[in-house]
């Protein structure tokens, strides 16, 4: 995860004055849609902390630091239905991806998950973005069948289309204990 003399990262709870960093990640990572076949992404409208803040005051905002710095976050779920947390919103700052960062915020959610007697951590996201789909193949999850998708998971699909942004590309995803 870190080079010869990389200070290695920290993971946390995230707190209320953590808002204002995870929503300048989470808009500078929505840039990174440009080039995807999603580019509606980048356009839409930046976060706001205030989502952030209320992640943090409900205990459902993780963060990992370096250099005491947050560069990037996870917002957690329970979905006690279903007995899984739900992963709403991962993000690493775009220059400090590709360290394993992600690997270790999904890893924080597994043991998150394990303490809460929880048996598995779902999502929803692009099958066609590398960083998406084919990112969480790699890091254990598996796709859903439809019929399968936890609350949560058809909550965000059906947000989204709601608004009349594209679904056919997203996907349900699980990864188990």
Known sequence: MSG???TPPRLRPGRVEDA???AR???DCALQFRDSPHPWVAERESPLPAEHAQAATLGRLQVVELHDRVVGFAILEPDPDSATLHLVE?????RFQRRG???ALVDRAMEL???RGFSALTLTTFRNVAWNG?????LGFRELAPQDW???????TEGMAARGLPVEDRVAMIRRR
């Open 134 to 138: 084919p990112l969480y193949l790699r």
């Open 150 to 156: 936890t609350t949560p998971c058809r909550r965000e």
């Open 25 to 27: 990640i989470e808009a």
């Open 101 to 103: 960062l992600a690997r």
């Open 90 to 94: 991962l993000d690493v700052a775009p």
């Open 4 to 6: 010869l003399g990389e």
């Open 113 to 115: 998950a394990a303490a």
């Open 20 to 22: 204002v960093a995870c």
